[in-house]
């Protein structure tokens, strides 16, 4: 055997090693999002990453008046006679100072193993008495289930955000707002900056 013959089988062994590492390491990328990552089967994403951080909600803060949403007319505003957390555009709810029911929703899907957290920031301010009881109600629902309740005896001067984490939610959800005022004296109830997350 020459030299060269016996070289040259060498190199050809290496280069197939290299190529069976390779296989090893890198799997076949002829899965549905050409990765090459089988993942859990949906379209080749690793399960680890299917819960992504985004925001599930379209508009969250509004900036395109009532899109995404649905909502009693006039809810969706950018009246002067409140300040949004941020931009220019709100969810205002109630304010009438008469019996008086304003909602505003959105549908969004969550993930089958996610765990979603809804939140959002909150202004009160009311004409009610800040002690009991609560005349003015606002109430945060999932697919019908209210998850947490405020009334004028939440008024605050300012933005306060509130945060719910939705275990066991799964699929289909519809999150709701839904302001209920009394007979006399307003509470305004106002919101921005809606975000549910999963992880």
């Known amino acids: 055997m020459s030299i060269r013959t016996a070289i040259s089988g060498r190199l050809a ?24 990552n089988p993942g859990d ?6 399960p680890y990453n299917r819960c992504l951080t985004l925001n599930r909600i ?3 803060g509004f900036e395109s008046g009532p899109g995404s949403w649905t909502a009693t007319a006039g809810v969706i505003t950018q009246s002067a006679g409140q300040t949004p957390h941020s931009g220019t555009w709100m969810a ?7 019996t008086h029911t ?9 993930l089958d193993g996610c765990t979603a957290t809804l939140s959002f920031w909150l202004h ?21 289930t209210t998850v947490g309740t405020f009334s004028n005896l ?16 799964t699929g289909t959800a519809t999150i709701s707002f839904v302001g209920t005022e009394d007979v006399s ?10 975000a549910v997350t999963l992880a």
């Open 58 to 60: 379209a508009n969250p």
């Open 185 to 194: 004296l307003q509470t305004s109830f106002v919101i921005d900056d809606v």
């Open 154 to 169: 939440n008024h605050n001067n300012g933005y306060v955000q509130k945060v719910f984490v939705l275990n066991g939610v």
């Open 92 to 98: 205002w709810l109630d304010g009438y100072g008469t």
């Open 13 to 36: 062994l290496a280069a197939a090693a290299a190529a069976a590492v390779a296989a090893v390491a890198m799997p076949s990328a002829a899965f549905a999002d050409g990765s090459g």
């Open 41 to 46: 089967g949906s379209g080749g994403i690793p």
């Open 124 to 144: 009160i301010d009311t004409a009610e008495t800040t002690n009991a009881p609560a005349f003015d109600t606002l109430a945060v629902k999932v697919n019908g």
């Open 102 to 110: 304003d909602s505003v929703a959105q549908t969004v899907t969550i």
